[in-house]
Nanobody, 123 residues
Framework: QVQLVESGGGLVQAGGSLRVSCAAS????????MGWFRQAPGKEREFVAR????????VYADSVKGRFTISRDNAKNTVYLQMNSLKPEDTAVYYC????????????????WGQGTQVTVSS
């Protein structure tokens, strides 16, 4: 079993930056593809970014490309999402997730999910 705990969310002004983290416990997430998702009020959960097991490959949603950066530190069993140039439409609960599938698999079925951290961007 893998437990995922997100942290680092908060309130930030539009144009600002924030970094959210996802700490894993229970077992190493080194072999797992790690992803970030978000869900805004009244909307469905959407994919944000994912990173391969070694950090060498990344995939981003078009809406965040060029503004967000996903990374991981396997020694710390932690995944990060650096968010720059934030917009009010980035407001959502951000979730991290882990799966034992290739980063190139497009589906959103993940094995483990965190509880989420709230990110609010004011205009």
């Amino acid at each position: 079993q893998v437990q995922l705990v997100e942290s680092g969310g908060g309130l930030v002004q539009a144009g600002g930056s924030l970094r959210v983290s996802c700490a894993a416990s229970g077992r190493t997430v080194r072999p797992y593809t790690m992803g970030w998702f978000r869900q805004a009020p009244g909307k469905e959960r959407e994919f944000v970014a994912r990173v391969s097991w070694d950090g060498g490959s990344t995939v981003y949603a078009d809406s965040v490309k060029g503004r967000f950066t996903i990374s991981r530190d396997n020694a710390k069993n932690t995944v990060y999402l650096q968010m720059n140039s934030l917009k009010p439409e980035d407001t959502a609960v951000y979730y991290c997730a882990a799966r034992l599938r290739s980063i190139w698999y497009e589906g959103d079925d993940y094995d483990y999910w965190g509880q989420g951290t709230q990110v609010t961007v004011s205009s």
